[in-house]
């Protein structure tokens, strides 16, 4: 479902399992795990019930996740009521879990009257296309993360959501906060970022004139 690198000689990846022989019928997950030269995990760290009956499958899981310096591997699920965010060893094994209950933020009139761009593509035999649209968004709740990323000094930068304004917590590598980080103010609120040991980027696709790449520093 979706891949992330780490600095060692695996990958991380959220992919969907199916296993069929239980005594329980047809079970299906979402499993967060590490894999190396198979198509079969080398490290389940997480794993998660799906519906799969009628012959549609649903989760309400929704994570991200990045790789460590040093090989550790961390993620947050995506949620309106609860802050969550959790590091493993490379080999499994829970370094830390945080988690914080929290009350629902409703998002306001403006934010609910937002349009969420649509991108599709279709191709056929003369070729493919790719077409855009606005459709109205489904959200009626802030989102409390919104997605996490580890630089080349270990730190863990969560991007939050729990305000108009996005900002991150950043963490040790133990869990520890030692700081808050605010964007500048001249990069979109609705960009996107991406934090490695390889730098820092934010990407905005949907803006009023055309999308941006920014490439960022770390002012301390």
């Known amino acids: 479902m979706s891949i992330a690198g780490t600095c060692g000689e695996s990958f991380l990846a959220q992919h969907i399992a199916i296993d069929i022989g239980n005594d329980d019928g047809v079970q299906g997950f979402i499993k967060f795990a590490a894999f190396r030269d198979s198509s079969e995990p080398e490290v389940v760290f997480e794993s998660y019930p799906m519906d799969i009956s009628g012959g549609i499958s649903s989760s309400d899981a929704q994570i991200h996740f990045a790789g460590g310096l040093r090989g550790e ?86 991007k939050m959501g729990d305000t108009g304004t996005p900002y991150f917590r950043v963490y040790s590598p133990e869990g520890d906060q030692p700081a808050v980080a605010i964007p500048d103010e001249t990069i979109s609120d609705r960009a996107d970022y991406s934090i490695s040991p390889n730098g820092f980027m934010a990407f905005d696709s949907d803006p009023d004139d055309w999308p941006k790449l920014y490439l960022l520093g770390v002012s301390e």
Do not use: H, K
């Open 73 to 158: 591997v961390f993620m947050v699920e995506e949620s309106d009521s609860l802050f969550l965010l959790a590091g493993f060893s490379a080999t499994g094994e829970e370094i830390f879990r945080i988690s914080e209950e929290r009350d629902r933020i409703p998002l306001t009139e403006e934010e609910l009257a937002e349009d969420q761009l649509s991108i599709s593509l279709v191709m056929n035999e003369e070729g493919s296309t790719l077409e855009t649209s606005r459709e109205p968004g489904t959200d009626q709740y802030r989102s409390i993360v919104e997605g996490v990323g580890a630089d080349n000094q270990g730190r863990i930068w969560v």
